[in-house]
C-alpha cells in the first residue's frame, strides 16, 4: 500500500526533534507565515491564514530522502504592550551537539481522496501513523526512518461481505461522522426560469431543455445565499426581451454582480421524467466562468462542455455512511478537475483552485446514493464552483 505525507514545504512528513528539559519538542525550520515572525508578533491583527495541505505519495517499497542543513528556528517571546510576551520564531541558528530525532508521520489513507499525482492537494486526518529514530550530532550519513504497515483495511474490498471500510477499519455498521445534512442554507438550488423572450431554447439528447441566453444584469438581489436575478437583452429594432430566474449557493455564498453588466447565462433543466426538478446554471462573462451552480439530481445536471473548464465526477468508494428508511446512506467525494489540477473533495467541504491564472472556489454540497433503490432519484451531488473576481486596480 503507498502512503502520504505532508509536503507543503518539501519536508516529506519529516519533524526534527529535540530533546531539551527532560521532552522531546520540535524544532521549527522555517516560519509558517510572517505573523509567526518576533518583529510581527505584537501585531494584534497578525493572523496565519491556514495554508493549503499538500499530500506526497509514497509507493510501496519507494526510497525518498531530503537534506536538513544543520540549522533552525529558536524559540523565543517577544515583548508585547499590551498583552505580556508571546511566541514567536527567533534567529536561525545552527544545531548543536546533542540528542535529536526525527520523526515521521503519515496517512494510509486521505480524508479527502487520493491522486494518481505524485503531489497533490488533500485533507489530512487529525491522527496520523508515526514513527521515529533517535540519533545524535554530529552525525555521519543518513538518518533512516521506516513506516510500519498499517492494520485494519484500505478499501472495503478488504472487508467480509457487508462491510466497509470506514476510517481504516472494516465494520458492518455506520461510525459517526461530519458529513452535513443537505438542506437549509447548506445545498445548491436553481429555479426554474421565467423567460420572455430572453433566451435560445433548445432539447439535449439527454431529455433536458436547455436555456442559452447573452444580455446584461437588469437586477440583482441577494439574501442568504439566494441570488435573484433579472437578464435583458436588446434586439438590432430595439426591443427588449427578458428572464428571470434564481439560484442558491451553499453555505450563504454569493457572486457579486453589478446592474449593467454584460454576461451569458447557461440554464439546464429537467422539467418533466425520472429526473423532474434537476437543474443548473452557469454564469460567464466573455466566456469566464463567473458562477456554475448543480443541484444534481440524479447526478450531474450539467456536461465538460457547459462546466469548462471544470469537470466534476464521484471518485473513490464511499468514505461514510448513514442508516435510514431505504437503509444505509453511502457518502463518497467530488473530484473537481480542470487541466492538470484536481481536487477530491469530501461533502461539505471547499477548497481554493487556482486554474490557468484564475483563482476559484470549489464547493462539494453533498454526494451520496441509498442502497435501497426505489426511495429517489439517485445519485445526489450538487455542487458549485464561483470565481474569485480580482480586486480592481
Known sequence: WPVYVRDEDGQLGAQLMQYDRGAWREMAESAGCSCQECSQACIASCNCTPAPTWARRIAPGESVERTWNGEYRSPDRASCFPGGAVDCLGDRVPAQPGSYRLKLCWASTLSAGTSDAQRFRAEFPQTLNCATRDFSLPAEGAVEVQTIEPPGCRTSGDCAAGELCLDGGCSATCLPNDVPALGGEWSVEVGSPDDAGFFDIS??????????????????????????????????????????????????????????????????????????????????????????ADSGLGGRVLDDAASSPFSV????????????????????????????????????KAAALEVAGQSYEAAAVANYADEVRGCGVMPVMPHAVIWSRPAAP
Open 203 to 292: 432539447s439535449a439528447d439527454t431529455g433536458a431543455t436547455v436555456y442559452r441566453g447573452a444580455g446584461r444584469v437588469a437586477a440583482v438581489r441577494y439574501s442568504a445565499g439566494t441570488t435573484n436575478l433579472t437578464v435583458v437583452r436588446t434586439d438590432a429594432s430595439g426591443i427588449d426581451y427578458s428572464a428571470s430566474f434564481y439560484y442558491v449557493l451553499p453555505g450563504k455564498r454569493a457572486f457579486p454582480l453589478s446592474v449593467g453588466e454584460s454576461i451569458e447565462v447557461e440554464l439546464v433543466e429537467y422539467a418533466a421524467g425520472g429526473r423532474k426538478g434537476a437543474r443548473a446554471v452557469v454564469l460567464r462573462q466573455s466566456g469566464q466562468l463567473l458562477v456554475m
Open 313 to 348: 465526477s464521484a471518485t473513490g468508494e464511499p468514505f461514510a455512511c448513514s442508516v435510514g428508511d431505504c437503509g444505509r446512506r453511502l457518502y463518497s467525494r467530488l473530484s473537481f478537475s480542470a487541466g492538470a489540477v484536481s481536487q477530491a473533495l469530501s461533502p461539505g
